[in-house]
């Protein structure tokens, strides 16, 4: 009997111990077990089409002539724009990279991007905000707007367009080491979410200015919508249970 219910205790033992291994290895494979495809170069942001609309390529050539361009101190190609006017006024959104090489692959990597809100004056141009965002050249391999998860829509319905502009790198491991940018806008305001990716789960680390949760609920929630996507898509990863730290106000997310 006794040597019975050693046997047991052995077996109980050993079948818990497997069980946390696993729990703790779950998390670990969550990004193997997800098969991301590349981000869309380039792709359109969605937008609100009743205040905004993107411009076409002959347009934005004679609005912004190589000479306005410099005005504004854009020094790289601009391959996309967008026109809003809104009750608080009338806005352009600029976005252009640099190209750093193209692989063997015939992959395109960039190496450097510049995004400039302007709002218009008296037919003059004034910057609002810019947005620059640069490679780490020893470890990361290209960065560019994820035009598929930014918007330019009135998320509270107050007649005033709130962006919400998305960044990344990528790594010769792809998304899973790379990093990730949140712009988000609130009438004059403006907060970052920033994000590192990885693929061990305790070095996936995300900041998040306080004053975010200032931001109408309509906002905070259209963020945690392209967070989730983004995890959806493999193309980031989070700390455990980081829904529920947001809804408590948390401005750091990570597994301890």
Not at 76 to 82: E, G
Not at 209 to 214: D, L, R
Not at 245 to 253: S, Y
Request: hydrophobic fraction near 30%; proline fraction near 3%; aromatic fraction near 10%.
């Amino acid at each position: 009997m006794n040597k019975f219910l050693l046997s047991i205790a052995i077996l109980t033992l050993f079948s818990c111990g497997k069980q946390n291994k696993e729990s703790k290895e779950d998390s670990k494979t969550k990004s193997e077990n997800i098969s991301a495809l590349p981000i869309q170069k380039h792709a359109s942001i969605p937008i609100d089409t009743a205040l905004v609309r993107k411009i076409s390529k002959k347009e934005m050539n004679a609005v912004f002539s190589n000479r306005r361009q410099i005005q504004l101190g854009i020094s790289y190609p601009l391959y996309q724009a967008y026109n809003y006017k809104d009750e608080s006024g009338e806005y352009y959104l600029l976005l252009t990279d640099h190209k750093k090489a193209i692989t063997e692959k015939k992959d395109t990597l960039y190496d450097n991007i510049y995004g400039v809100n302007l709002r218009v004056e008296k037919n003059q141009f004034k910057k609002r905000s810019t947005i620059k965002g640069e490679i780490d050249q020893d470890w990361e391999t290209s960065i560019g707007f994820w035009n598929q998860y930014s918007k330019l829509e009135d998320f509270d319905g107050d007649g005033v367009i709130d962006p919400i502009i998305v960044y990344g790198t990528i790594t010769p491991s792809k998304y899973e080491d790379g990093r990730v940018r949140i712009i988000a806008y609130n009438k004059k305001s403006r907060v970052t979410i920033k994000h590192q990716n990885s693929e061990i789960p305790d070095g996936r680390i995300t900041k998040i200015n306080k004053k975010f949760y200032n931001f109408p609920p309509q906002i905070q929630e259209a963020v945690k919508i392209i967070m989730k996507s983004m995890t959806k898509n493999g193309h980031a990863f989070f700390a455990d249970d980081w829904e529920k730290k947001m809804g408590n106000n948390a401005i750091r997310l990570e597994n301890q």
